[in-house]
């Protein structure tokens, strides 16, 4: 993950467009003109051996004849003359280039079908994927970055860049578009210029070669000049690197996703992807309209807390199919409390009932609009109000509008729709003026509450704490290696039901007890030893649904019945499927649990972003009833629970006090499950299908797992970078006492809090330079809830404490930049604990850390009176330097590789 150089790019001071050939459509000239036309401040030179100028510019022959060293070069060439022309380019100091190509090529994203050229074919054997391999080789030893292939470029209008083929400038702004597709960004370009809307920049990704949507992300998410990030996305490739880039652009500024569900792809495809966004923060839209209205909506609305609306309106009937649209959407009428509405009602509409939509009726004016928000901006249960102005017999619009202006200064966010066209254009005006989220139509506002809301509560997801796993558990990872490994040593990519129930036990995830019975007759001795009512069931690795064959027998009382029913069985099985495989029978006991729920928990691979995790409505019936919901691995007790309460059964089983259930168990058997896929690469789908849930917790009565080899580390096909158990170290203390050194959870955050809150005033000082008595929690989080792949910190507690439950006695950390080159530390130490190496130890600790990642160079800013870290840094062999701008803080640099 790199932004190296991605400046040169897009901030480029000299610029050379490299082609050759004479055509009547030349590339050359076409970006020749839009770079001079764009305002260019620096010299664009032109290289061609076939034209004396180009656009009324001076050509020259070949790039050592260039005068000045270019920055950026736009390569219009055919791809196979590339690799030359950047080894030339790369040795004369240029640091980016990008590859215009009208050729067309093979996407090896697999989404789309594409051609190969005869030449590119003839001339390199391995297809384009060895000319993409040239290419970066050549680069690399220069540092050069490349952008594409793709046959439309980039614009930035605040650098006065416009490298594109596309023949309508986009306007300067503070909105940046990525886009997978050309012809969806010229439509973009277009879309946007008629409605006066600007970018920072405007970027068609292309194919992707060196530059990817994760390069973009990290560098946009640092461009002071954009204040949100929009994506037209087909699909990606880096999924790891996508998705950390994801999270942190989205902590900062919105990210906002415009993605074609492909149907071809299936329903699995799209639901991962809903989940990947949802892990990263970024906001899913439907269409270029709500694309651009949740960009305008995010950056300038007020925040919201949850998803209940007050809807003040001078008409009933819009307010009312305003309601309908709220509720059908999923938000909530807010409630308004007794006092407010008998206020409502005495000075605003006398003798009228008001509820929530408070209808103010036609003859409404700036007067009652005024008094009606001055109450309902004080209701506490509120997350914002939107107000409706139908045209009235007597128009006093604008003055309505200016007094709903006048409180726009309330923390609650106001948004406004004035219903009509010409009458009342200058209220809108006056809302823009004043930066309200003002629409034309009432659903169009409630589209744009609703994703605020929905956009909270990815960040609270983000930055929420978890709470700590209510029990501690240890899988039995051997045993559940050896299982699979013996089926796919015998060829089998599907383990039977008794394999299955046995790897569910060594995740400590109840089964109900079964055995294994090779003939009919053995079934009947199984009866014989259990005693009581049985369930037989089928064993193939060939059969999923059970049922379907008639694979399934219940509430079989003795042995005749059990020999009668396995017989029928292996007939009709036989019948309807032929060529299954069957192995023998299982046999169990019959299971009773009255009022229990049937939930169906499970694993799913996707192409794009490996397995993700899916919790919904169990039983025979869950495909009809469809309640499903997905989520990426890892999770824990949080994201566990939210997972389930994307489901409709959620809340049946949060509010049910008849029938209720440990939901405090099914979460952890989520996490049991997320574990699994952790450790077990070969595992691609597992379906724990019914599972009882209620207040006793969970149960499995079924089960099945799909498997495949695997080469890879089982936590390498995850999107997001599971918890680095293998950084945990014990230690051993000349004092008698052991303890460990972990990497940092977001179950660590109250310890965390805590240790802060047990260190002296002045220790925290010279930790965070300044004053603070406690982490605030947004502080807290962000120091806790770590994406591993790009930033580290570890923790050290007791030996034997769990996340969230012990104290805290140390902690240090790195945050490497982008380029993985430099990461500046941080160490904190318990007062308690000074005097027996502690301190020297974790930074030893981070130090190793920091090597074995491939950090160049680690350094910190220490106080200059922080005498006990300087002696610190000095024994560990770290340079110090002073900043002229501020004598107080001494940068300390520790060369690592």
């Not at 977001?746 to 310890?751: F, S």
């Amino acid at each position: 993950m790199t932004i190296r150089n991605l400046e040169y790019l897009f901030k480029p001071r000299s610029i050379a467009v490299v082609g050759r050939g004479k055509s009547p459509s030349n590339p050359d000239a076409t970006v020749e003109f839009n770079l001079i036309e764009g305002g260019f401040k620096g010299p664009v030179m032109p290289v061609n051996p076939d034209y004396q100028s180009i656009s009324g510019v001076l050509a020259y022959k070949d790039i050592a004849s260039l005068p000045v060293v270019p920055d950026l070069a736009i390569l219009t060439t055919p791809l196979e003359e590339a690799p030359a022309l950047l080894s030339e380019l790369g040795v004369r100091g240029t640091k980016a280039a990008l590859l215009l190509s009208r050729e067309v090529l093979q996407d090896h994203s697999g989404d789309r079908p594409a051609l190969l050229g005869q030449e590119l074919t003839r001339k390199y054997p391995n297809g384009v994927e060895s000319l993409k391999q040239r290419i970066l080789d050549t680069a690399k030893p220069h540092l050069l970055r490349v952008m594409g292939p793709d046959h439309l470029g980039y614009a930035v209008p605040s650098a006065n860049v416009n490298a594109s083929l596309n023949a309508t400038r986009p306007l300067p702004g503070n909105i940046a578009l990525l886009c997978q597709s050309a012809a969806m960004m010229r439509g973009i370009i277009d879309w946007a210029t008629s409605r006066n809307i600007g970018f920072s920049h405007v970027i068609s990704v292309g194919m992707r070669w060196d530059v990817d949507l994760g390069d973009l992300l990290d560098y946009l998410l640092r461009d002071s000049g954009t204040r949100a990030i929009l994506m037209y996305m087909e699909n990606t490739r880096n999924r790891r690197k996508f998705v950390s880039a994801a999270r942190a652009a989205a902590r900062v500024k919105p990210v906002i996703v415009l993605k074609p569900r492909d149907f071809r792809a299936g329903p699995l495809e799209d639901a991962v992807y809903d989940a990947v966004f949802q892990r990263a923060g970024i906001l899913r839209v439907n269409n270029i309209e709500q694309l651009f209205g949740a960009a305008e909506t995010l950056a300038t609305a007020k925040p919201v807390y949850g998803n209940r609306l007050t809807i003040l309106s001078n008409s009933y009937s819009l307010a009312l199919l305003t309601s309908d649209t709220l509720l059908r959407r999923g938000g909530r009428l807010a409630e308004i409390g007794a006092t407010t509405r008998e206020r409502l009602a005495q000075d605003c509409r006398p003798g009228y009932p008001i509820e929530n939509p408070v209808d103010l009726g036609d003859m409404a004016g700036p007067e009652q609009y005024a008094k009606a928000l001055d109450y309902l901006l004080q209701e506490p249960g509120t997350d914002g109000v939107l107000v409706i102005h139908a045209p009235p017999s007597v128009d006093r619009s604008l003055e309505s509008a200016k007094v709903v202006v006048d409180r726009a200064k309330n923390r609650r966010l106001i948004m406004t729709c004035w219903v009509g066209e010409s009458s009342v254009e200058s209220a809108r005006e006056l809302f823009n003026k004043a930066h309200m989220p003002t629409y034309r139509a009432p659903g169009e506002a409630v589209e744009a509450f609703m994703r605020l809301a929905e956009h909270r509560r990815t960040q609270d997801l983000l930055m929420e704490t978890p709470p700590s796993i209510p029990e501690g558990f240890t899988p039995d990872v051997e045993t559940a290696r050896r299982i699979i490994q013996i089926a796919s040593t015998a060829g089998r990519f599907r383990l039977n039901a008794y394999e299955t129930s046995q790897i569910l036990s060594a995740y400590e995830i109840p089964v109900a007890p079964l055995y294994f019975a090779a003939t009919p007759e053995a079934a009947t001795d199984r009866v014989l030893e259990m005693g009581g009512p049985v369930a037989l069931k089928i064993l193939s690795p060939d059969i999923v649904h059970k049922s379907d064959v008639g694979g399934v027998a219940f509430n079989l009382k003795n042995p005749l019945e059990v020999l009668v029913a396995a017989t029928d069985m292996l007939k009709r099985v036989q019948e309807l499927a032929p060529d299954a495989v069957i192995d023998g029978f299982a046999v169990q006991s019959m299971q009773s649990r009255h009022g229990a729920y049937e939930l169906m928990i499970g694993v799913r691979t996707g192409r794009r972003f490996g397995p993700v995790i899916f919790f919904g409505h169990g039983g025979t019936e869950s495909e009809v009833i469809g309640d499903i919901a997905f989520a990426l691995p890892p999770l824990n007790m949080h994201l566990a629970r939210d997972l389930m309460s994307r489901t409709r059964l959620y809340a049946r089983l949060a509010t049910n006090r008849g029938r209720p259930v440990d939901l405090n168990a099914v979460a952890l058997t989520l996490i049991k499950v997320s574990q699994m896929v952790i450790d077990l690469a070969e595992i691609v789908e597992m379906d724990i299908n019914p599972i009882w849930t209620d207040a006793g917790g969970v149960l499995t009565l079924d089960a099945n797992i799909l498997i495949e080899p695997s080469t890879e580390p089982a936590a390498q096909r995850l999107a997001i970078s599971p918890y680095p158990k293998q950084l945990e170290r014990v230690y051993d203390f000349p004092d008698g006492r052991s303890f460990l050194i972990r990497p940092i959870l977001p179950e660590d955050e109250p310890g965390l809090k805590d240790l802060v809150k047990r260190m002296p005033a002045e220790d925290v000082r010279m930790r965070f330079f300044q004053p603070i008595r406690e982490l605030p929690h947004e502080m807290a989080a962000r120091l806790t809830q770590l994406d591993y792949e790009r930033e580290m910190a570890f923790v050290v507690t007791e030996p034997n404490s769990l996340p969230g439950k012990g104290k805290i006695l140390g902690a240090v950390r790195c945050n490497a930049d982008p380029n993985m080159e430099k990461a500046e530390y941080a160490i904190l130490v318990d007062r308690a604990m000074t005097g027996i190496g502690l301190g020297p130890l974790l930074m030893r600790y981070i130090i190793n850390y920091a090597k074995n990642q491939g950090i160049k160079e680690l350094y910190g800013e220490v106080l200059r009176e922080n005498e006990a870290m300087l002696r610190l840094n000095r024994a560990l062999n770290f340079s110090f330097h002073t900043s002229p701008d501020d004598p107080g803080v001494i940068h300390v640099t520790l060369p690592l590789n």
